[in-house]
């Protein structure tokens, strides 16, 4: 097949254009390099099936391609804050370039949403029927709205047009290639650990994610994206049930690097959710889909990445 990853040269994204790659498929990587860069995907550029182009979503674009993954978008606070009015035209006119193509050619589109949709959750863990309490004015908005508005866009597009369309409702994903000035926590925290800086806990550090590493996103991404039936268009969410606090998180980088870590405490962020736990019974259900990396696992593979590329 042709397939497109629009965000293909981001941290997910190269990791989804290589296995599709390796599968072998034809890839199509477009991106504006915001956040992302070629040295995610120059060890690409050799293989005949690979392809990228520089281009913004947000403008339209003639391709034809058998599938669409829509990553385009940068997902790290600190970037998707940096110009939030962007950052909300990624996610609805860059949804709405990327439906468009996907029903003039017929191409089956899956779209990377995310747990933001859930907010600061009241139901935990987070289920796909829960529909969330997501502040629409607040600093984190453009993303959690623009995210909301792109699976709106999605069942729209599919109820009213009939384009083929799949949903994945990703919880915080790590792993190798994240940028060292990511911003986002597993990589700020094995940064500076190995840097021998204290590790910066935003608030009393007590509230909660679950990290779910790269490779076993992407097999859920695949899995669903060719997965055949009546429920597969409602989303699903894909994530590591395994729940840390970020005190816990902190220790458990300073197992993976080996070194004594220190903590600086600082302020919260405005609307920071203050826990998050993806329920996965129906990505099991649907797809036969389940984590298979731990954390202390996947955490010691993303800190020996980052002692082979981190400058001191
Ligand atoms: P990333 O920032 O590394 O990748 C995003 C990519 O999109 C970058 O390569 C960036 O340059 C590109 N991009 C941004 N705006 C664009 C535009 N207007 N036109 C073209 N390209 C554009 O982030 P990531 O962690 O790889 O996330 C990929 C996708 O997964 C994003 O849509 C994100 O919202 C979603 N997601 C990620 C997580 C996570 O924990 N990593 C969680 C939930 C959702
Ligand atoms: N966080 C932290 N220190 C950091 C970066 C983030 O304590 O250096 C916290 C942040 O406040 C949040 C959690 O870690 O509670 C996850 O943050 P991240 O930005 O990785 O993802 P998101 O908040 O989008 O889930």
């Known amino acids: 097949m042709r397939i497109l990853v629009t965000g293909g040269a981001g941290f997910i994204g190269s990791h989804l254009c290589e296995r599709l790659l390796n599968e072998g498929n034809e890839v199509i990587c477009l991106d504006n390099f915001f956040t992302g860069r070629k040295a995610n995907i120059s060890h690409l550029f050799d293989h005949g099936g690979f392809e990228m182009i520089r281009h913004d ?10 599938q669409i993954y829509n990553l385009a978008c940068p997902a790290s606070p600190v970037h998707y804050q940096y110009n939030p009015v962007k950052t909300v035209k990624t996610n609805v006119l860059g949804m709405i370039n990327m439906l468009g193509m ?9 779209q990377a949403s995310t747990s933001e949709v859930y907010g600061d959750p009241v139901e935990h863990p987070q ?3 829960y529909n969330g309490n997501v502040n629409p004015i607040g600093l984190r908005s453009c993303y959690d709205e623009g995210k909301r508005v792109a699976e709106t866009l999605m069942m729209d597009y599919h109820r009213q047009s009939g384009v083929d369309t799949r949903i994945v409702r990703i919880f915080n994903t790590y792993g190798e290639r994240m940028l060292e000035n990511d911003g986002r ?3 700020n925290f094995i940064v500076q650990a190995l840097r021998g800086k204290p590790l910066t806990i935003y608030g ?5 994610r ?10 859920g991404f695949i899995r669903l994206m060719n997965a055949e039936g009546d429920d597969v268009h409602m989303p699903v969410n894909i994530g590591n049930p395994g729940e840390f606090t970020m005190n816990e998180l902190a220790a458990e980088v300073g197992t ?3 070194r004594p870590v220190d903590i600086e405490y600082l302020p919260l962020p405005q609307d920071d959710p203050k826990q998050r736990k993806p329920n996965i019974d129906r990505a099991k259900a649907l797809l036969g889909w389940e984590p298979t990396v731990p954390l202390r696992d996947g955490l010691l593979k993303t800190v020996q990445y980052f002692e082979r590329t981190l400058t001191f």
């Open 256 to 258: 993976a690097t080996g």
């Open 185 to 187: 926590v597993v990589s």
């Open 204 to 208: 009393d550090g007590s509230q909660t």
């Open 57 to 66: 979503v947000t403008q339209p674009i003639l391709l034809e391609v058998d």
């Open 102 to 110: 996907a029903k003039r050619v017929r191409a089956r589109i899956l």
């Open 210 to 219: 679950s990290f779910c590493y790269v490779s076993d996103l992407v097999e």
């Open 127 to 129: 289920t796909e029927s």
